[in-house]
């Protein structure tokens, strides 16, 4: 595999819609890895999205067990669905898959944020979702650049080769 | 590919990496960090002996680790290897191209 692309990609604008461990983070290691190749990377949160920059919420991310087929049991036994809905469960497995994300090297999400806006990749809130969930400005992690209409996203996302991802 | 860098004879791979961290020294080091627009400090040698120390050792290499060396902080990482933090400096320091998505 080589990096011989004459036209290579310049910008990605990551959109995050939804607030569990693997959506959150499938957004932050594709924003991550844009900024360490030199790539621009904007990302805007949305809807349950906005929990990861949420101050209150962003070190409680959760996997959903329920209405979750690809979740199986360490091992590989199929987890039951019903097993989802007793207490704890739900903690227990969003425990392990921090945990063995963080064997990966993989950060919990503040100091990825951290990560990603160290190398320049920017950070904004959606209007409408902060108004929706009653989230101000004060709520949202400290280096949340601001809280825009996806009108404003939008115009950040020009150029040539820049594309836009939704997670 | 082989290419004379700094006068030593240099075998690199198709994206400029060094196959072999043995022929690597730090004018080696100098010339290539010239071709990535880079001018290398003292700074800039303590990460790549660092990154050569830990790649040797058989470990894996990912940006938060480097950043947490106490070397330098992963801002700095960037100010120092502009465009590519990991990618370059590994580059530069002659070892692989790091396999980590983080």
Partial sequence: ?167 | MEKTIAGVNITLNDEGYLTDPQQWNEDVAKEIAVEEGIELTPKHFEILSYLREQFLAGEGLSIRKVGNSGIANIKELYQLFPGGPLKKSSRIAGIPKPASCV
């Fill in chain 1, 1 to 167: 595999m080589t990096n011989k692309e004459e036209n290579p990609l310049k910008k990605v604008c990551i959109i995050c819609a939804k607030g569990t461990i693997e959506d959150v983070y499938a957004t932050l290691v594709m924003a991550n890895g844009a900024v360490m190749e030199g790539i621009e990377a904007k990302v805007f949160f949305t809807f349950f999205g906005l929990d990861a920059i949420t101050k209150k919420q962003m070190k409680k991310l959760k996997t959903a067990t329920v209405g979750n087929p690809a979740m199986r049991m360490p091992g590989g036994l199929p987890f039951p669905t019903l097993l989802g809905v007793v207490p704890f469960v739900e903690a227990g497995v969003s425990w392990m898959m921090k945990k063995e994300m963080d064997k990966l090297d993989i950060p919990p999400v503040g100091e990825f944020l951290e990560m990603i806006t160290a190398g320049g990749g920017e950070i904004y809130a959606c209007k409408m979702a902060a108004e929706m969930f009653k989230l101000k400005k004060e709520d949202l992690w400290d280096e949340v650049i601001d809280i825009i209409t996806i009108g404003d996203f939008y115009a950040m996302c020009g150029g040539q080769n820049t594309q836009i991802i939704f997670t």
